[in-house]
């Protein structure tokens, strides 16, 4: 017996025989304790001595090793050289920024400049400098929302971008301007108090109603396809005489007549006309130069596109939506 107990303590344990080493030691262990039974009372004690010291040389050896093993598999497990990382998740394009960037490309195409200007605005750009002063009634068309400093809001509409830039520019002047509007609306599926407007503003010599219908139409067309066509409704703007509300035959339905456009075969999306004349005197322009402004109010657009029921999706920020509206 204690010859094999030494053969056991001496034996080398590797990883790869520690399985069949500590099986070995069991099965050994249960003779080694029914060894004891047959020896007289005297001995037992000694010898059980023996037993226990060497149950716990070999016990800490089978451990270390298994311990080891155990370590070099986790470690292999969580690294693997060959993999590599796991694909980012990426977001999805906003459908009112798709569309937007649509008619950037038709209008930087066409000569025009990107301008922004701030969401904080002056009472003067917004209203005053547009042909509406204090009090004028057609400023209860844009009811906004007033700040706590004196004489600042925040802006309804991107026309004041055209005050700003015509006061550092000299004509002519093309222009296009993108940016978010406030105005005080209650939400509902067709109104935000927060929405997005493309504005442009062409200011020069001999620019006329015919200059501002041909851009648009050729606009429409660029973005909607040859069938889309564009109307002038006559309306009323303080900053653009005369004035035109601008309506595009129904994506939808191609103009056939259906829900979408309310069975006329057209859509608002947004308005334009020839640019005030006190509006270029404000700024300090001339006699000779006039022209046109036109704006529109994109969350039109992707909801048209995408069948959308509210607009406050558009707003939301929901990637899921987002991602299946792809
Ligand atoms: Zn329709």
Not at 27 to 36: D, N, P, Q, R, T
Not at 45 to 54: L, P, R, W
Not at 107 to 121: A, C, D, K, T
């Amino acid at each position: 017996m204690e010859e094999r107990m030494n053969n056991f303590l001496n034996l080398q344990i590797t990883n790869e025989n520690v399985n069949k080493v500590d099986k070995e030691f069991k099965e050994f262990m249960k003779e080694l304790y029914a060894s004891i039974k047959t020896l007289d009372v005297s001995e037992r004690k000694a010898f059980g001595q023996i037993v226990n010291d060497f149950k716990s040389k070999m016990e800490e050896r089978i451990n270390n090793v298994k311990a080891q093993n155990t370590n070099v598999d986790k470690s292999c497990e969580n690294v693997d050289l060959t993999l590599s990382k796991p694909l980012l998740k990426y977001g999805a394009m906003h459908p009112l920024i798709r569309i937007y960037k649509r008619f950037e490309k038709y209008y930087i195409n066409n000569g025009f400049n990107i301008v922004s200007g701030p969401e904080i605005e002056l009472d003067k750009y917004n209203c005053e400098m547009l042909n509406m002063p204090e009090h004028h009634p057609a400023r209860g068309m844009q009811d906004t929302f007033y700040l706590e400093f004196p004489n600042k809001i925040l802006r309804s509409h991107t026309s004041a971008v055209q005050i700003r830039y015509m006061l550092k520019h000299k004509p002519p002047v093309k222009i296009i301007s993108p940016g978010i509007v406030y105005r005080v609306d209650d939400l509902d599926p067709q109104h935000t108090p927060m929405f997005f407007q493309l504005e442009g503003l062409v200011i020069g010599e001999n620019i006329t109603f015919a200059d501002l219908k041909g851009t648009i139409m050729n606009c429409v067309k660029n973005v909607f396809g040859e069938n889309i066509s564009a109307r002038f409704i006559p309306t009323y703007y303080p900053y653009t005489e005369p004035s035109a509300g601008i309506d595009i035959t129904c994506p939808v339905c191609g103009g056939k007549k259906c829900r979408t456009c309310k069975n006329s075969g057209w859509i608002r999306v947004g308005g334009c006309g020839m640019v005030h004349p006190n509006v270029l005197k404000n700024v300090g322009y001339g006699d000779n130069v006039q022209g046109f402004a036109f704006g529109y109010g994109m969350s039109k657009f992707p909801q048209i596109e995408y069948k959308l029921p509210e607009l406050r999706i558009l707003h939301d920020n929901n990637i899921k939506v987002f991602k299946k509206l792809h």
